[in-house]
């Protein structure tokens, strides 16, 4: 009897040992439990206008953290896929619109060492339209990248031209936003509009994410029109501005013709040197800005 009492109270041990163990170890999946970032820090790369050097800045910063030292994970979410075919990757069997349709796990194909590419399609263009009555559908990256972000010490995301559902699937799974710039006049136009998007996302899904900055792009010193448009951007957000100008150079510009980044293609060109310089002073904003520690787990 006592050995049937016994074994009773050991099975019930057990069994509350591992619901525990489980409820201590699922992700937080709904909207009221908190965000918790793991080891890759994921970045965004965002405008919504066009040609204003944001594929070129992702791949780009992306291969200059991997010079530096890091392992990156680059995220094609444009359909246009420009970030995919700028690498010469092929077309894989798995994108990252399977993913999000639930149909795959993220596959990431690897480009060179320490430098790994989930790949767009243009299928992609009829996520949205897919997605809009998907419970939870600003949160389907998320989960994804949390299969994977132990993996990689950055993930960087090149979001569509727009700032509909995958940029906001993007900003409610990152801890920040950097902003490539045109100096241009017409790239100032939307800077409101985009920092307007990202306060709305951190007050409603993402309380963790911040913008890293802005960095100009397309720079010539010579022209008046570039460092007018420099003094506006300054004005407007002050020292979130980042101090390397990436100037206009055409390396840049051949480099995807090549299917390469530009430390691969012309590592001593003004835009490698560029680049590599805005990956040092990107790492020492990101180094310099304490991570929030994981909160405990809310009920929900």
């Known amino acids: 009897m006592a050995l049937l009492h016994w074994h009773g109270a050991f099975s019930f041990g057990f069994l509350l040992y591992i619901c525990c163990r489980k409820r201590l170890n699922r992700r937080p999946r709904l909207r009221g439990t908190p965000f918790l970032f793991y080891m890759g820090?994921?970045?965004?790369?965002?405008?919504?206008?066009?040609?204003?050097?944001?594929?070129?800045?992702?791949?780009n910063i992306g291969a200059g953290l991997v010079e530096l030292?890091?392992?990156?994970?680059?995220?094609?979410?444009?359909?246009?896929?420009?970030l995919t075919i700028s690498l010469g990757i092929p077309r894989q069997?798995?994108?990252?619109?399977?993913?999000?349709?639930?149909?795959?796990?993220?596959?990431?194909?690897?480009?060179?060492?320490n430098l790994d590419v989930v790949t767009s399609s243009l299928d992609l263009s009829g996520a949205e339209m897919e997605l809009i009555n998907e419970a939870g559908r600003e949160f389907i990256l998320r989960e994804l990248l949390g299969q994977v972000?132990?993996?990689?010490?950055?993930?960087?995301?090149?979001?569509?031209?727009?700032?509909?559902?995958?940029?906001?699937?993007?900003?409610?799974?990152?801890?920040?936003?950097?902003?490539?710039?045109?100096t241009e006049f017409?790239?100032?136009?939307g800077l409101a509009k985009i920092k307007q998007v990202i306060d709305k996302v951190k007050f409603r899904l993402n309380k963790q994410?911040?913008?890293?900055?802005?960095?100009?792009?397309?720079?010539?010193?010579?022209?008046?029109?570039?460092?007018?448009?420099?003094?506006?951007?300054?004005?407007?957000?002050?020292?979130?501005?980042?101090?390397?100008?990436?100037?206009?150079?055409?390396?840049?510009?051949?480099?995807?013709?090549?299917?390469?980044?530009?430390?691969?293609?012309?590592?001593?060109?003004?835009?490698?040197?560029?680049?590599?310089?805005?990956s040092r002073e990107f790492l020492a904003r990101v180094e310099g800005i304490s991570t929030p520690t994981a909160p405990k787990e809310q009920e929900v």
């Open 41 to 59: 820090i994921i970045v965004s790369l965002l405008n919504h206008k066009g040609g204003v050097g944001k594929t070129t800045s992702a791949i």
């Open 69 to 82: 030292g890091k392992k990156v994970l680059l995220i094609d979410l444009d359909p246009q896929a420009n």
């Open 93 to 113: 069997k798995f994108s990252i619109y399977e993913s999000m349709r639930g149909e795959a796990e993220l596959t990431p194909y690897t480009h060179k060492p």
């Open 149 to 182: 972000s132990d993996d990689y010490d950055y993930i960087l995301i090149d979001c569509p031209p727009s700032l509909g559902l995958l940029t906001l699937n993007a900003l409610t799974s990152s801890r920040f936003v950097l902003i490539p710039l045109q």
């Open 186 to 189: 017409l790239a100032v136009q």
């Open 209 to 278: 994410v911040d913008m890293i900055g802005v960095v100009a792009t397309m720079f010539d010193n010579r022209r008046v029109l570039n460092r007018d448009v420099v003094d506006i951007i300054h004005k407007y957000f002050g020292d979130k501005v980042f101090k390397t100008y990436i100037r206009d150079n055409v390396a840049l510009a051949e480099a995807p013709a090549q299917r390469k980044d530009i430390f691969d293609y012309n590592p001593k060109s003004p835009g490698a040197q560029d680049y590599l310089e805005l």
